[in-house]
């Protein structure tokens, strides 16, 4: 989905787009972790696609919303691509805004508590946003009052073109922890299970004590997005050697290593998955662009009831 999304803004059927591509196992584990719990409400970033699908967003749905056709479900074409709430699938806030989502997550982690309620708040997150004044003053206020938020840190080393030694002094992300008075742990984000575990201990953690920092070691396998040229400031030998541990391509060969998938299984979810794809491409390129004046008063009147 994510290379389709991107051949189409190659295309000029979609405005722009931010790569997931080298975050998938991030995203994936603590999703996994956080719909197994039952009870954590979410604050993703732009560029995590696979948290909303695997949220429940349907192909068709995110290709609707990347071409900005009439359907798309969640401000009828009026923002950029998947930004907004989607309560439904416990997504309280989508947000272009770079640290935006670390204040609200934890405001809403705290209205939780005060209310009694056992939920836990999952933020998402970059590196680049963990060196905004947002990002301080959330994990402040969270550790002051103890409220029930993990803050995961999809670390993939470049704020747009800024690497990180440029960003910060310090190697993780999670050292920061530390100062503010919570835990802090690096995980290797390439490995699905160890997102998967970290963030099971995250929401026990967070629910009983309070706030933790989860930094994910990622890569990002594409430019910042579609409009970024990431020739002019990467070394292509590295990015080509980080290829290597794509988990997209690392974690299915694994599982079918340990006998817990057949290649023929396998074969056929890859099947499957091209044939979904190829599907909502067909779908949201035949549909119809919004009647924005409509689509405005309509989203406007049906929030004001």
């Known amino acids: 989905m994510d290379e389709r999304i991107w051949m189409m803004n190659r295309q000029g059927k979609v405005p722009i787009a931010a790569s997931c591509q080298g975050h998938e196992a991030a995203e994936l584990g603590s999703l996994l972790a956080a719909q197994k719990d039952g009870d954590c409400f979410l604050f993703p970033y732009y560029r995590d696609l696979a948290v909303k699908m695997a949220a429940g967003l349907t192909p068709r749905q995110v290709m609707l919303s990347f071409m900005g056709k009439e359907g798309e479900p969640y401000s009828g074409a009026r923002q950029f691509p998947l930004q907004g709430a989607d309560l439904p699938r416990n997504i309280i806030q989508i947000s272009n805004v770079v640290a935006a989502g670390l204040t609200q997550s934890v405001g809403y982690a705290l209205a939780c508590k005060m209310m009694g309620e056992d939920t836990v708040t999952i933020c ?80 026990a953690h967070a629910r009983s004590v309070g706030p933790v920092l989860v930094e994910m070691k990622v890569e990002r396998f594409m430019p910042h997005t ?56 067909d779908f949201a390129d035949a549909a119809q662009p919004p009647t924005h004046l409509r689509s405005t008063i309509t989203c406007t009147c049906n929030n004001l009831q």
Do not use: W
Request: charge should be negative; hydrophobic fraction near 40%.
């Open 226 to 281: 579609t409009d970024d040229d990431d020739r002019r400031y990467r070394d292509r030998d590295a990015l080509d050697a980080a290829r290597q541990f794509d988990p997209v391509a690392v974690f299915p060969s694994q599982m079918v290593e340990r006998g817990i998938l057949t290649q023929e299984q396998l074969d056929g979810f890859r099947a499957d998955a091209q044939q979904q794809v190829n599907d909502a491409t």
């Open 124 to 203: 998402y997150f970059g590196d680049g946003a963990s060196s905004q004044g947002e990002t301080h003053e959330a994990m402040n206020f969270a550790s002051i009052h103890r409220v029930p938020v993990i803050f995961i840190c999809e670390n993939n080393k470049y704020a747009i073109s800024t690497p990180m030694d440029s960003q910060m002094a310090i190697s993780d992300v999670a050292a920061r922890a530390e100062g503010y008075g919570f835990p802090g742990f690096v995980i290797d984000g390439l490995d699905l299970v160890a997102c998967y575990e970290a963030t099971r201990e995250g929401i």
